[in-house]
């Protein structure tokens, strides 16, 4: 587990987002999904002891433009203090751009020319109290980061060091997912609110600096087509509610909680409704998981052990479901109490 310490802040903060990497702002689309807690909870201040937030959104935000940019430029003169630097979209590698540049966001008023996002994180990054990545894509390069990409992009963690700490002394906060499940999102931003209004303690992250309560579990463990599994019982078609293993599930080594916790308001999710895990959250995504709609190598050997005795174990489950599901013989409507009940006093 990685540890940090970091100085309890002030009650008013500012959350600079910015979705300008290699990205399709998916992760800022989900978390307006979110209800623990919402975004709306967050900004109107609905939640006691929470900082009064800003947030600095470019989908969300009233301003447009240059008005929208201003508040990045001020948090690289240091005029914008504390401020949370959220990063969605993975990070190119400006140093073989050519004569041009990936991705940028606004221009250099001096020069006119395009400010690159590489730049905006060499400024912000530092100053900022924490550094949340949103999305795998900023957090581990993700699908723009595929192999044959021509940008060379890759994740903060990879950009910054993995040992980068913030201002407020915190490693980079990593919320994988394709997209970032909305409430996991939320719920994480929450923990560095609070942690920022000195009300929590530090948050505990794993050595891919993911949120472990979060991210500590697999996708199999929380799946509720396990017991199919167990028995191995397998869906061979995409309209089966037996496990999907064979069809291309990765659920078993893939580090998630959707299974447990459903999309939005818990309903939704992947392999619990009938879609293959494809392993979105993973540093390994998408490579180590293509082609999707094929079994997982590793799966095979277990799936094989498992068929010499699930259906055995099956066979005897279902016996004894025979069982339960009849009615014990002495209820009926009969003139003669057959339950076995025997009165302490006889009847006069
Ligand atoms: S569908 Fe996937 S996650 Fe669910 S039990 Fe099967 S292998 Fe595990
Ligand atoms: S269950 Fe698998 S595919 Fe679904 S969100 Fe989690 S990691 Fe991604």
């Given amino acids: 587990m990685v540890s940090a310490t970091a100085e309890p802040l002030t009650d008013e903060i500012h959350i600079l987002w910015t979705s300008e990497g290699m990205s399709c702002d998916g992760d800022t689309v989900s ?11 967050v900004v109107l201040g609905a939640i006691p002891g929470l900082p009064k937030v800003h947030l600095h959104n470019k989908v969300l935000a009233y301003e447009n433009g240059d008005e929208f ?12 203090d504390p401020f949370i630097f ?6 190119p590698n400006e140093n073989i751009n050519g004569d041009g540049y990936w991705t940028s966001l606004g221009n250099d008023p001096e020069t006119g020319e395009p400010v690159t996002l590489n730049e905006w994180i060499d400024r ?17 390069g993700g699908i723009h980061a595929m192999a044959g990409n021509p940008t060379g992009c890759m994740g ?8 980068f700490r913030s201002a407020g002394g915190l490693p980079i906060v990593n919320v994988p997912g394709c997209p970032v499940q909305p409430d996991n999102f939320m719920e994480t931003l929450l923990w560095v609110l609070h942690q920022a209004a000195g009300q929590a303690p530090v948050i505990p992250l794993d050595d891919k600096l993911r949120p472990t309560w979060l991210f500590g579990k697999t996708v199999h463990e929380g799946c509720d087509r396990a017991a199919y599994y167990e028995q191995a019982d397998f869906a ?17 080594v893939v580090n998630c909680n959707v299974t447990k916790r459903g999309w939005m308001d818990g309903v939704g999710g992947c392999p619990n409704v009938g879609g293959i895990c494809i392993g979105c959250t993973m540093p390994g995504f998408p490579d180590r998981f293509m082609p999707f709609m094929d079994e997982p190598p590793g799966s095979s050997m277990s799936s ?13 489950r279902s016996i004894t479901n025979r069982s339960a599901n009849r009615e ?21």
């Fill in 31 to 41: 978390v307006t999904a979110a209800s623990l807690p919402s975004i709306e909870d």
């Fill in 328 to 348: 014990p013989k002495w209820r009926h409507n009969r003139d003669r109490l057959t339950s076995g009940y025997q009165p302490r006093w006889p009847h006069t």
């Fill in 86 to 91: 959220v990063v969605e979209g993975s990070i």
């Fill in 236 to 252: 061979f078609d995409y309209n089966s509610p037996k496990c999907q293993v064979k069809i291309g599930c990765w659920g078993p």
């Fill in 124 to 140: 912000l990054a530092p100053k900022a109290w924490a550094v949340v990545a949103a999305g795998t894509c900023a957090t581990y």
């Fill in 156 to 163: 903060l963690a990879d950009y910054l060091g993995w040992d």
């Fill in 69 to 80: 940019v201003e508040a990045f430029r001020q948090a690289a003169r240091g005029e914008l």
């Fill in 304 to 316: 094989t052990l498992l068929k010499s005795y699930g259906p055995f174990i099956r066979t005897m």
